[in-house]
C-alpha cells in the first residue's frame, strides 16, 4: 500500500491489515488507499522515489517483483530509514538505485550510506552543508534534501549542490515541480 503514515487515522496499522482491510478505509478525499502497482500505473512515466517504512524480509521479493515488472524499473528508487532493509535490497536488486534516510548528521555521512549498499543520502534538509555534500560528492553519493517547503532554502541546498530536493509543496520552491 502506498501511504505515507504507518498507520490511517482510525488507528489501524498499516502493516497488521490485510488488504480487505486497508481497502474499507478511504483517504480524505474519498479515494481508496492505492497499491504501489496502481500508484506506478498512475504516476505516467514520472520518476518514483519510494520510501519503505518498514519491510519484512518475507515480502523483499515481492516489492522487488513489482518494480522490475515496471515497464521503466530504473525510474523506480528505494529508500528507507531502517538501512538494514537497504542493505538486504542491495543484494537481492543490485540494478535498482537504493538510498538511506538520515535525520542525524553522521560524523562519516557516506559510511552508512556505502555499509547499506546505497548511492543515496536522502538527508533531513536542516542538518546538510557544504561539508556533508562534498564528502557524498567525493565519494559518488548523492544527496538528496527532505523536507524543503520553501524558496530560500532549496536555493541555499541547490548552491551546495544536492542532487535533489523533497518537499510537501514544490510550487513554493521556485523552480519545476
Given amino acids: 500500500m502506498v501511504h505515507h503514515d504507518p498507520a490511517l487515522p482510525s488507528g489501524l496499522r498499516i502493516a497488521e491489515s490485510t488488504l480487505d482491510e486497508l481497502r474499507q ?3 480524505a478525499d474519498g479515494s481508496p488507499i492505492p497499491t504501489l502497482p496502481e500508484a506506478m500505473a498512475a504516476s ?11 519491510l519484512d524480509p518475507r ?4 516489492l522487488l517483483a513489482i518494480i522490475r515488472a515496471d515497464a521503466r524499473p530504473e525510474r523506480c528508487q528505494l529508500h528507507a530509514f531502517d538501512h538494514r532493509v537497504t542493505a ?12 538511506v534516510l538520515s535525520a542525524s548528521y553522521p560524523l562519516d555521512p557516506v559510511r ?3 555499509a547499506a549498499g546505497a548511492r543515496v543520502l536522502w538527508q533531513e534538509a536542516g542538518l546538510i552543508d557544504g561539508a556533508l555534500v562534498e564528502a557524498c560528492a567525493a565519494a559518488g553519493v ?8 520553501d524558496a530560500a532554502q532549496a ?23
Fill in 25 to 27: 478505509e478511504p483517504l
Fill in 155 to 177: 536555493a541555499r541546498l541547490a548552491g551546495l549542490g544536492v542532487a535533489g530536493l523533497c518537499g510537501n509543496w514544490p510550487e513554493r520552491l521556485g523552480g519545476e515541480a
Fill in 88 to 99: 538486504r535490497l542491495s543484494v537481492q536488486a543490485p540494478e535498482v538505485t537504493l538510498g
Fill in 142 to 149: 548523492e544527496v538528496i534534501a527532505w523536507t524543503v517547503n
Fill in 112 to 114: 552508512p550510506v556505502l
Fill in 44 to 54: 505516467g512515466g514520472l520518476r518514483l522515489y519510494i520510501e519503505v517504512k518498514g
Fill in 59 to 62: 515480502w523483499d521479493g515481492a
